[in-house]
Every structure is written in structure tokens, then in C-alpha cells.
């Protein structure tokens, strides 16, 4: 064997590993990009770049570590620096601080002087009813948040990563992930039950 | 634990990072209050909503196809 063959036979072995390793997580990536663009060309973009430069670095990827942890930090790395070379930033951190303090049952039980059962009985708010009342809503409440409460929520809720993970993830204190996930579950629930009055699916104060 | 505890309990019940002393008291609190309850019901499904929602995405086959074959070198 001449030494381009056996350079070639390396390269593909590492090629064949990494698809190995990453393919089970790339739809997972894709929903991340998909959350922080919001768009779908430029979110298949950011999966293609994150996942050729994870490629590049994937000697420094330590084996037996947690290698989805590891994709979705290259994958907001790299969006951040797309982010930070865009000057057209519309998202603003400033967020009132009622907003985390927001609960749509406490909301419901405040506004109705009654209790809460009579608007969204517990024993019959199934997943079914959830999605029959706010099926797209849900997905435009998520798109409404700001970036750092709709990454956080995404990766807690959808991809059940740990809040330590989360931590590593966007280098944050494991504090700030509590705080940013509490303030965009707020958020969430705020814009649902507007939509939810908005409906009728909830009564307005008399 | 009372309804005010159980509201700061509800989060990290749901990501299971409730301290292990506070989960029994949480969860029985639960039980005994309705309000509470339909709060941890909401939350928990729209939780399940979300997942629904963004699990359904998949990264298209031709994307998929043209990036292996540009980790494998081959032109995308």
C-alpha cells in the first residue's frame, strides 16, 4: 500500500467515525438552527458550516463525552459570529421583570375571581385540547422571544438537556439558565393566554 | 410545602432537577391541591407540545446527502 493510500484509508476512517457519531444528532441540530434563525435556508446553512467545522475539530472532541452537548456549542458559536458580523440586530435583552413572574393559572385564577377549573379544567386539559387551542401558537410564541429565552427553552424542553449542559453549552452560570428558562416560560405563557382570551378559550374579567 | 413552594418547585420538578429533599413534599402537595395540580398539567403539556412541534423537524435528505459527501471530501 503507497503511502497516499494509506493517508486516504486514515481520512476516510475518521470521515466514517464522525458520520457515525454525529447523523443520530443532526435533526436535533437542524431544530436548534431552526430556533435561533428562524428561517429554514439559513438554518441548513448553519447545520452544514457547524457540522464541517466540528469535522475539522473533531480530534479535539474527547471520545466518550457528550458529543450532542459538544454540536449544539460549535452550532451557536458559529451563529453568534454570523450574528455579531449582521449589524441588524432586532432582538433587544431588555425584558421586563413581570414577565417572569407571569403564571397563566395564577392569571387565570386572578382575573376570573374564580377558580381556575372553570376556565381550563385540570382533568380535561389534554395534550389534545393543547394542541386544538394553540396549535401554531405555541410555535409563533416561541419565535416571538428573544434569542437567549427561546435557546434556553429549546434545549431544556425539546432536547431535554440538563441545566449543567445548557451551562457548558452557552457558557453561562447554571443560575442565569434558571432565570433565562423562568423569564422565557413567562414569556411563553403570557403570550399564550392573550391568544387564549383573544379565543374565547379563556373568559375576560367581567 | 404550600402553593407559593410548589410554584418555585414547578420548573425544576418538571427538568428534574428538584432537590431529592423537596420532590415527596412537592409531589404531595400535588395531590392535595387541584389549582397546583392544573398548573403542573399545563406546564407539563405544553412541554410535550413543544417537543412535538420541534422534534418534527428533519434536515432535508438532499442537505444531508451533500454534507457527508463534503466530510468525506468529495465535492457537495
Wanted: proline letters at 5%; glycine letters at 4%; hydrophobic letters at 35%.
Amino acid at each position: 500500500m503507497g503511502k497516499n493510500d494509506k493517508s486516504a484509508g486514515v481520512k476516510n476512517q475518521k470521515a466514517d467515525q464522525f458520520q457515525a457519531l454525529v447523523a443520530e444528532h443532526l435533526d436535533a441540530l437542524y431544530g436548534f438552527a431552526l430556533s435561533l434563525t428562524r428561517n429554514k435556508a439559513k438554518a441548513e446553512d448553519l447545520v452544514q458550516e457547524s457540522v464541517l467545522k466540528a469535522f475539522r475539530f473533531f480530534h479535539q472532541f474527547e471520545r466518550g463525552t457528550h458529543i450532542k452537548a459538544w454540536l449544539f456549542k460549535i452550532l451557536k458559536n458559529t451563529f453568534l459570529t454570523d450574528w455579531r458580523r449582521d449589524k441588524r440586530h432586532p432582538e433587544s435583552l431588555s425584558m421586563d421583570d413581570e414577565e417572569s413572574n407571569f403564571s397563566f393559572y395564577v392569571e387565570a385564577f386572578r382575573q376570573s375571581k374564580a377558580s381556575p377549573q372553570d376556565y381550563l379544567p385540570p382533568e380535561s386539559l389534554h395534550e389534545q385540547d393543547m394542541e386544538q387551542f394553540f396549535g401554531d401558537e405555541i410555535m409563533k410564541a416561541m419565535e416571538s422571544l428573544p434569542m437567549e429565552f427561546r435557546e434556553v427553552i429549546f434545549m431544556c424542553d425539546v432536547q431535554g438537556f440538563a441545566y449543567a449542559d445548557i451551562a457548558k453549552i452557552l457558557n453561562i452560570p447554571i443560575g442565569t439558565v434558571r432565570s433565562r428558562l423562568a423569564r422565557g416560560r413567562g414569556m411563553l405563557q403570557k403570550h399564550l393566554w392573550q391568544y387564549a382570551q383573544d379565543r374565547g378559550i379563556l373568559k375576560r374579567s367581567a | 410545602m404550600d402553593c407559593s413552594q410548589t410554584h418555585r418547585n414547578l420548573y425544576p420538578y418538571l427538568d428534574r432537577q428538584i432537590e431529592p429533599a423537596k420532590k415527596k413534599s412537592f409531589e404531595s402537595h400535588l395531590g392535595e391541591c387541584p389549582d397546583c395540580y392544573g398548573c403542573y398539567r399545563f406546564h407539563f403539556h405544553l412541554r410535550d407540545c413543544l417537543k412535538k412541534i420541534y422534534r418534527h423537524f428533519e434536515l432535508p435528505p438532499s442537505v444531508l446527502r451533500c454534507l457527508f459527501k463534503r466530510v468525506a471530501g468529495g465535492p457537495p
